[in-house]
């Protein structure tokens, strides 16, 4: 083998090394927001399932006089549904909304604002069960 062949094979080696080393070591991908909230709601609302599941009939929107009683008040977000009675009055985003929503599905609205961890461990609190409407 003659040197300018040596060298160019010794090229070679030297680039697809250096190539699967830059492969293996670049700097990941930095997760969106978006992202880092999906994996938020999935590890803190995922354990807190405990086998209960509500139907339509038990999560309804209220007439005006349900709503003045003491009593359960419903939401459901992302498949869940949690009791918002008592944290209604101390919700930051105001009472109304949550009020607005009770007894139907908030997923895109709760979305919308990507609810902090420290948000979604408070409805840990709320969680109630699973819902199925077509049960
Ligand atoms: C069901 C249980 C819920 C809990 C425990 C909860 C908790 C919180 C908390 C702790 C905050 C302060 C900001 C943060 O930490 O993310 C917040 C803000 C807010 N929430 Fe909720 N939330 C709930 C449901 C909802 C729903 C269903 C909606 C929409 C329909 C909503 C709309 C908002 C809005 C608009 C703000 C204010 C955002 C701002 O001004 O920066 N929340 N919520």
């Given at each position: 083998m003659n040197d300018t062949k040596k060298l160019l094979i010794g090229a070679a080696v030297v680039s697809i090394t250096a190539g699967a080393v830059y492969c293996l070591l670049r700097p990941h991908k930095?997760?969106?927001a978006q992202e880092l909230y999906a994996a938020s709601v999935k590890k803190i609302l995922e354990p807190c399932d405990n086998g209960k599941v509500l139907t339509s009939k038990d999560v309804q929107p209220p007439c005006k006089d349900d709503l003045k009683g003491a009593g359960p008040k419903y939401i459901i977000v992302h498949g869940r549904v949690f009791?918002?009675?008592h944290y209604m009055?101390?919700?930051p985003g105001g009472a109304d909304i949550?009020?607005?929503?009770?007894?139907r599905d908030a997923t895109e609205e709760f979305d919308v604002i990507m609810?902090?961890?420290?948000?979604?461990?408070?409805?840990?609190?709320?969680?109630?069960?699973?819902?199925?409407?077509?049960?």
């Open positions: 930095k997760p969106s009791d918002v009675e009055s101390n919700h949550l009020r607005d929503q009770i007894g609810h902090s961890p420290e948000a979604l461990e408070e409805m840990v609190g709320l969680y109630v069960g699973m819902y199925n409407p077509l049960k």
